[in-house]
């Protein structure tokens, strides 16, 4: 059945990228539907060129010069003003902490179902299933909803790229928004960049004897820095006093267990992997094709780690988003 | 683990891992190993949690649990660190005498110095008193409503530490019915703490001389009546036997630990080590003696609860489980072989740690005569 | 300051999972604690009391063998009362976390007057954060969420929001709705003396029957379109190395590369 959808298109800077991404992923995810927009920004400038031409359907915009990606009341209140006169079905966030707040609080306004962090969406005849990871992610949700039902969806669009071929141009209204609440009350800091913080990073980048000196460590450093992720090292690497104590990794150092570990010149020597055999994935960079790293590892290049290392910066020169 | 914990014990239990977890992590105990000794805030989220009032009955502020159950718990802390298990089991072992010997006004008195995260130190061991207790020298002389008291003790767990002590103290010449048990505020001044002994092991536990130079204590500190001193460090330390046992269970279980995992791990011949028939006989009798070592104190823990003075099964528990640990140890270094004997590994602390719990609180041979004179005694008639 | 948290029994496997006809995991294979974010809502509790004197109630909604141990795990860390919430109005076979947050906001009235209501930023069974902003907008409050500091400034209480890249900060307008971070506190251990009194405590209870805080219209609208939910393992992938030869394949270090975007490791 033909189901009214809204994607909700917050025009800041720090929610762009992932606007993109949402895009994509509903257009993934609902493939026979007419995908419709709603954009919030400052003013209408500029927003036809990024979004004109991305396959969506219908675009609204609600335009106000106070808009702010931290007046999340506000926001809220302007969005729920307007689905409230707009006929829809479901209403899709990105998953950034902001964007999901702003939906929470419109679904509260609404008092329609949310669901939070949907990797998957699955018309039905009956109506839709949303899938989520529950359980600190060792399990998956699977929700249905009925054909009538409406909901507030934020998905998990990490990942999904942002490659969108397409030939519809959408139908941009812009639309004034109504009388608007007094803005929330607040001011915004930006996070001071953290040093090295292995046992939280997300992704960690270890070297060990391979590296073969210093110079080893600052192009792993830097792949770190381009990743988001931490820098780690063997044992080895730490006590020829190539690189500091506190990124030792394993029995007498840390027990990191990343997203993803990629371990470059490192043999695999039980000390170092007890500190880092529960990372979700790892990727071992070495020459020597029998070393016991690979029996971990989920992808491997059997080569010299600096020379793997210079290709995947260069590769990866466009930052990742983290 | 072959007990049957209910389900207050699992709650507890993961209670004081939790905590044993943040509190003692691999690094942190390292480091005070190193040291040689544990700076005192490290101990602060251990009396938040209320870990020294656990004996304590609760209509004097403490949680008011079993022997059985406080067994069970320091058994878990000390897997972690027995240095540091030993710090808040001294405790105990001062306040037992109280519990056993002295009056309501005496338990809340030392409950009240200890509950908001003061240590407390048993006295009785002097330079020439150590096995043979009764040979105490230290004085305490009689002067109206109060008792001077003199001497030197030494080998006191928490001697720098402690808030409160409960010494032994010689009141008459005759002999062992000379001597007369007392709780000794440090706030009464005039004690002063000795050197702090360089272990081999235990090395997060506090261990010093101190010295009473008259210091001045109300005749309401004695415990008990005059003359009956010994009995009551007696009857204390029968008490903290299998104390001391439930220690050596949690090093022994961490031996287990250690040595299955490490075991699993490590190749040799293109195979875990644990395939081979030499380690698993190391590994089947270390698990073994554990659990029987376990199942010792945790019956003798039952026994106590139940009113026993456990003469022998202390003394029994305490042997048993000492002597076990020493073997359970030296073969989990030998199990991680060249592994075994670096600092950089977690076994050979445990070799160090678990010599000494042969020797103190009265040593093997000790335990061995009283067993016989126990068994002496039963036959009799 | 009186506050009151907002906690839920969490159904967690404690072994392999296993799942019954309706998608639930099995009572062998699960059982119920504390939600460790709750955990942070009642540390940030007892802080603010401790500044300021006043009381920390915790409520729970759900059946006794789900809340008597969040309740009671509560009481261990030290709140002062707790209570036991269940509504014959909420449809049991359904996944009804909206209208859960509207009975929540109800029984909120019904306890009495708060300066704030704190709860945990999601559920780690079933994460979702939404209560906090439906028991705000049903009890016409503010509402603060991803809670990361909270500070008396000047006799105001000021928060801090945690973003992917940068924080919020303003002040909050009591009484308030607020969910806090995981990472706003350490949350004390209980002691066990506590442990043992929270064994022993009288629960209260509390029982909902008749919604006052939304429109009748708007409530039957919700359980209406209440949805299903079922869980399911996460299918297994097995671990298959896939190495590439660098000496003989130049594009080595490119498929790599985009094996691991398509896989979204990157």
């Known amino acids: 059945m033909k189901k009214s959808i809204y994607l909700v298109l917050l025009a800041d800077p720090e929610f762009e990228d992932k606007n993109l991404n949402l895009i994509h992923f509903a257009q993934i995810n609902f493939e026979n539907e007419d995908l419709n927009a709603v954009v919030v920004a400052p003013s209408d400038q500029g927003i036809e060129e990024k979004y004109g031409e991305t396959g969506l359907n219908e675009i609204d915009i609600l335009a106000y010069s106070q808009f702010s990606k931290i007046n999340l009341a506000q926001t809220a209140s302007v969005l729920s003003d307007y689905f409230v006169s707009q006929a829809h079905s479901l209403i899709l966030f990105a998953n950034d902490k902001g964007t999901t707040s702003i939906a929470t609080r419109l679904g509260a306004a609404l008092k329609e179902n949310v669901i939070t962090q949907a990797n998957q969406l699955t018309m039905t005849t009956t109506g839709l299933q949303a899938q989520k990871k529950v359980q600190a992610g060792t399990m998956l949700q699977q929700t249905v909803l009925t054909a009538a039902a409406k909901a507030v969806i934020t998905c998990d669009v990490t990942g999904i790229n942002d490659r969108i071929t397409t030939n519809t141009t959408a139908t941009i209204t812009v639309k004034t928004a109504g009388e608007l609440v007094v803005a929330d009350d607040v001011t915004y800091a930006d996070l001071p960049v953290k040093a090295n913080d292995l046992e939280n990073a997300k992704i960690v980048v270890a070297g060990g004897r391979g590296m073969q000196g210093p110079a080893g460590f600052e192009l792993l450093q830097k792949l770190a820095d381009q990743l988001h992720g931490a820098l780690g090292a063997s044992r080895v690497a730490v006590n020829n006093g190539w690189v500091d104590e506190s990124t030792m990794v394993g029995q007498t150092g840390k027990v990191v267990a990343p997203d993803l570990y990629i371990a470059v010149g490192i043999s695999g020597a039980l000390q170092h992997t007890v500190g880092m055999d529960q990372s979700k994935c790892i990727i071992a960079i070495n020459t020597d094709p029998t070393a016991p790293i690979f029996k971990l590892a989920d992808y491997g290049i059997i080569g010299d780690g600096e020379t793997v290392v210079k290709r995947l910066l260069s590769e990866l020169s466009t930052p990742v988003p983290s | 683990m072959a007990l049957q914990y209910t389900d207050e014990q699992k709650d507890f239990l993961k209670m004081v891992t939790e905590f044993a977890d943040e509190t003692l992590t691999p690094s942190v105990v390292k480091a005070c190993d190193e040291a040689g000794s544990c700076p005192e805030e490290l101990f602060k989220p251990a009396f938040d949690m209320g870990l020294h009032m656990l004996e304590i009955p609760e209509k004097f502020g403490g949680a008011g649990l079993s022997y059985e159950t406080t067994a069970m718990i320091f058994e878990k802390l000390a897997s972690y660190d027995p240095g540091y298990a030993i710090t808040l089991v001294s405790t105990f072992v001062a306040l037992r005498s109280v519990m056993i010997a002295g009056t309501d006004e005496q338990v809340q008195h030392f409950a009240d110095i200890i509950a908001p995260g003061k240590f407390a130190a048993f006295a009785l061991s002097e330079p020439d008193a150590g096995t043979d207790a009764g040979s105490v020298k230290a004085t305490a002389t009689r002067e109206g409503d109060y008792y001077i008291l003199n001497g030197d003790k030494t080998f006191i767990t928490n001697g720098s530490l402690a808030d409160v002590f409960v010494g032994i103290f010689r009141t008459t010449d005759d002999g062992n019915k000379g001597l007369s048990a007392f709780i000794v505020e440090k706030s009464r001044g005039g004690i002063t703490a000795g050197k702090h002994e360089d272990k081999m092991g235990l090395r997060l536990s506090n261990t010093t001389d101190v010295a009473f130079d008259h210091v001045k204590v109300p005749a309401a500190n004695r415990i008990g009546d005059e003359g009956h001193g010994l009995k009551v460090a007696l009857n204390s330390l029968n008490l903290s036997r299998a104390f001391v046992a439930t220690l050596a269970v949690g090093i022994m279980q961490r031996a287990l630990d250690e040595s299955v995992k490490y075991a699993r791990l490590r190749q040799q011949f293109n195979r875990p080590i644990i395939k081979f028939e030499a380690v698993q006989e190391m590994l089947a009798d270390m698990a073994t003696q554990t659990e029987a070592a376990r199942l010792m104190v945790n019956n003798t823990m039952k026994m106590m609860d139940a009113g026993s003075l456990v003469r022998k099964e202390g003394a029994m528990t305490k042997l048993f489980v000492t002597d076990a640990v020493q073997k359970a140890t030296s073969d989990a270094v030998q199990i991680f072989g060249g592994y075994g004997v670096s600092k950089d590994y977690p076994v050979e602390k445990l070799m160090r740690d678990c010599k000494v719990f042969q020797i103190f609180e009265g040593t093997n041979q000790i335990q061995r005569v009283t067993i016989a004179n126990e068994l002496n005694h039963e036959y009799r008639d | 300051m009186d506050i009151l948290v907002l906690?839920?029994?969490?159904?967690?496997?404690?072994?392999?999972?296993?799942?019954?006809?309706?998608?639930?995991?099995?009572?062998?294979?699960?059982?119920?604690?504390l939600n460790p974010y709750d955990k942070n809502a009642i540390e940030a509790a007892l802080q603010l009391v401790d500044d300021h004197n006043g009381d920390v109630t915790v409520a729970s909604y759900g059946v006794a063998t789900t809340t008597e141990p969040a309740l009671r795990a509560g009481l261990a860390l030290g709140a002062t009362k707790a209570v036991a919430i269940d509504s014959p109005l909420v449809a049991t076979d359904k996944d009804n976390d909206s209208a859960i947050g509207v009975v929540l906001a109800e029984a909120a009235r019904k306890l009495g007057q708060f300066d704030l209501i704190l709860t945990g930023s999601q559920a780690l069974d079933m994460p979702q954060g939404y209560v906090g902003a439906l028991v705000a907008n049903s009890l016409n409050l503010p509402y603060f969420d991803n809670?990361?500091?909270?500070?008396?400034?000047?006799?105001?209480?000021?928060?801090?929001?945690?973003?992917?890249?940068?924080?919020?900060?303003?002040?909050?307008?009591?009484?308030?709705?607020?969910?806090?971070?995981?990472?706003?506190?350490?949350?004390?251990?209980?002691?066990?003396?506590?442990?043992?009194?929270?064994?022993?405590?009288?629960?209260?209870?509390?029982?909902?029957?008749?919604?006052?805080?939304?429109?009748?219209?708007?409530?039957?609208?919700?359980?209406?379109?209440?949805?299903?939910?079922?869980?399911?393992?996460?299918?297994?992938?097995?671990?298959?190395?896939?190495?590439?030869?660098l000496a003989d394949d130049e594009a080595a270090v490119t498929k790599l590369i985009t094996t691991l975007k398509a896989q979204s490791i990157l």
């Open chain 3, 7 to 33: 906690i839920k029994g969490v159904i967690v496997p404690t072994q392999k999972p296993a799942f019954d006809e309706k998608g639930q995991l099995t009572a062998e294979t699960s059982t119920a604690i």
């Open chain 3, 147 to 245: 809670v990361n500091a909270l500070a008396t400034v000047d006799d105001e209480l000021v928060y801090t929001t945690l973003w992917e890249k940068g924080t919020i900060t303003g002040k909050v307008q009591e009484p308030a709705v607020i969910s806090v971070t995981d990472s706003i506190n350490k949350p004390r251990l209980p002691s066990f003396k506590t442990k043992m009194m929270a064994k022993r405590a009288e629960l209260e209870q509390l029982t909902i029957d008749s919604i006052t805080v939304i429109d009748q219209s708007a409530w039957d609208d919700l359980n209406k379109q209440a949805p299903t939910s079922r869980l399911a393992p996460l299918p297994v992938q097995k671990k298959k190395s896939v190495v590439y030869q």
